[in-house]
């Protein structure tokens, strides 16, 4: 069960609730059968059991069990956080709903965008002549989305004009852009750049929100957990979650991968019990945002190096997850050789092989010879397999926690 977020700030519950409540009246039977009685003894009763949850959030919050969750951007660590909300949060993804519209629709403008530069770069001409006019519809979207741009969920960020924090002038911007998105989506000269340009930096989830144009545009469209889960938005500060998860308390801080970010873990270095560290085995073939001659899992691995050997995780139990492996699967299908990009890998070209390959870098990174590093291959946008994970992940963080304070 997800109890809530907490602002780091100040370390108190964001519904500042207080366990000092005045039990005088329920028990010495002050009030009669009135209504208005009835209502204070509502009220009552409500502010205890408000008092019991803080009192509950507040022993998890000094006892539970510290966990991080570290790795590079785009990796999908926010993804893994959704997830324990679905599946222990109190309220599933239901705060966050209607905040996720607009970032769907952003996240479509965004993937159309990047398909046009990437067609343009590589030299592919649109299939059907008369979308040039739709390709100059998107390059003129840059504009639009600079003013449009959310910086964290939830908070609205000020260079956003009014009216495009209005909900309805939101919907018809979007549906404006709709005919041009869905002809160029349409068109075999973006299909192929789809296909054939891996090497454009386009968010993993750009075919599920493109081929669903219709249905995200439609006025009444409310995001579903699938949508949100497979929508993006960097994570810029580091946000600490607590959950009951089959029992045991955890406080769960996501923080934000990218590199110029990473400074900002540091504060949250002490007394941590776990750490999932999140890969994208998938991005095998992939150059980092910042510098692509520099490989992207081959930066994770080497993020994984500091973090696995650094001096305050000496009794941090690490578990890693090679995440990504239905897009790692897919490339694999459609013919990219593993060895293209790391040649120092001799074996066959199958899932089975390469996956053992990467899982091995992983491991070894670790000098301590005697820190148990576990992995796990990942689908983090399938709630049925991430529900398996979790449930694997925290008997392992038990267990290592009770052998770490003697107990076993
Ligand atoms: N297909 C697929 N997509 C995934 C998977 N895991 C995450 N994603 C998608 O990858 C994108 C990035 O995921 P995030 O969870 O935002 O990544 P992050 O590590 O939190 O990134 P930062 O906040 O920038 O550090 C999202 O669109 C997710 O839906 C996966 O296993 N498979
Ligand atoms: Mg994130």
Not at 129 to 150: C, D, F, G, M, W
Not at 179 to 187: E, M, Q, R, V, Y
Not at 344 to 357: H, R
Request: proline share 4%; aromatic share 8%.
């Amino acid at each position: 069960m997800e109890l809530q977020q907490v602002s780091r700030s100040n370390g108190t519950p964001s519904n500042g609730s207080s366990s000092s409540v005045n039990l005088a009246p329920l028990l010495t039977g002050q009030f009669s059968n009135s209504r208005s009685d009835q209502k204070k003894a509502k009220a009552l009763s409500d502010a205890i059991d408000r008092s019991l949850r803080a009192d509950r959030e507040r022993q998890l919050r000094e006892g539970g069990i510290k966990l991080l969750i570290l790795g590079p951007s785009e990796t999908g660590k926010t993804t893994v956080l959704k997830q324990l909300k679905l599946l222990y949060g109190r309220k599933g993804l239901d705060v966050e709903r209607q905040t996720y519209r607009r970032v769907v629709h952003l996240n479509v403008m965004k993937a159309m965008q990047a398909l046009v530069e990437g067609m343009e770069q590589a030299n592919i001409q649109l299939g059907n002549p008369q979308n040039a006019v739709h390709v100059e519809t998107v390059r003129r979207l840059e504009t639009t989305l600079k003013r449009y741009s959310i910086t964290t969920v939830g908070v609205p960020n000020p260079a956003i004009p009014r009216k495009i924090t209005d909900a309805k002038a939101e919907t018809d911007m979007f549906a404006d852009m709709v005919p041009a998105i869905k002809s160029l989506w349409a068109d075999p000269g973006i299909q192929k750049t789809f296909d054939t340009c891996t090497q454009i930096s386009i968010q993993d989830s750009a075919k599920y929100f493109l081929d669903a144009v219709d249905r995200v545009a439609d006025p009444e469209y409310v995001p579903t957990d699938d949508d949100i889960l497979q929508a993006r938005v960097r994570t810029l500060a580091v946000s600490e979650h607590i959950f009951d998860i089959d029992g045991v308390a955890y406080r769960i801080y996501d923080v934000g991968g990218q590199k110029s970010l990473r400074k900002y873990w540091v504060p949250y270095f002490d007394d941590v019990d776990a750490i999932i560290f999140m890969s994208a085995i998938s991005a095998y073939d992939q150059g980092c945002e910042d510098n692509p001659n520099l490989n992207r899992l081959q930066d994770c691995l080497l993020l994984f190096n500091e973090i696995s050997n650094h001096k305050l995780f000496l009794h941090t139990s690490m578990i890693v997850f090679l995440n990504k492996i239905d897009i790692f699967q897919r490339k694999l299908l459609s013919g990219s050789m593993v060895n293209r990009y790391f040649p120092d890998y001799n074996g066959p070209n199958d899932y089975f092989s390469t996956t053992v390959f990467f899982q091995y870098r992983f491991l070894e990174q670790c000098k301590d010879l005697q820190k148990q590093v576990y992995t796990h291959f990942t689908h983090a946008t399938d709630t049925k397999q991430m529900k398996v994970i979790v449930v694997a992940v925290n008997v392992i963080i038990q267990r290592l926690n009770l052998r770490n304070s003697g107990l076993l």
